[in-house]
C-alpha cells in the first residue's frame, strides 16, 4: 500500500532533480542515502528508469523532506 502512496507523489523527473538540485545534494550522496549506485539516480532523474519497491517509498520520502528543506 505504501508503494502505491509513493507511486501517486512520485515528481516527474525534471521535477525531482530540480528538487534535489535546490537543496545542494549531489546525485552520489542521493544514492548513498537511498543504498543505490548514482546511475540509477541518474536513470531515475532522467526518466529512463522508475524506482520501484521499497527504493521508491525511500525516493519519495527523501524528496519529500528536501523539497520541505529547501522551501523553509
Same mark, same amino acid.
Given at each position: %500500500?505504501?508503494e502505491?502512496?509513493?507511486?501517486?507523489?512520485l *515528481?516527474? *523527473?525534471r521535477?525531482a532533480?530540480?528538487?534535489?538540485?535546490?537543496? =545542494? /545534494? !549531489? $546525485?552520489? &550522496? %542521493?544514492?548513498e542515502t537511498? =543504498?543505490v $549506485? @548514482?546511475?540509477?539516480v541518474? @536513470?531515475?532523474?532522467? =526518466?529512463t @528508469?522508475?524506482?520501484? &519497491?521499497?527504493h521508491l /517509498?525511500?525516493?519519495?520520502?527523501?524528496? $519529500? !523532506?528536501l $523539497?520541505?528543506? !529547501?522551501?523553509?
Open positions: %500500500m505504501k502505491l502512496e509513493a507511486a501517486r507523489q *515528481p516527474p *523527473p521535477l532533480r530540480e528538487i534535489r538540485a535546490a537543496a =545542494g /545534494v !549531489s $546525485q552520489a &550522496r %542521493m544514492a537511498l =543504498g $549506485q @548514482r546511475v540509477t541518474v @536513470r531515475w532523474e532522467n =526518466g @528508469r522508475r524506482p520501484r &519497491r521499497e /517509498v525511500a525516493y519519495v520520502a527523501l524528496l $519529500q !523532506s $523539497q520541505r528543506v !529547501s522551501a523553509a
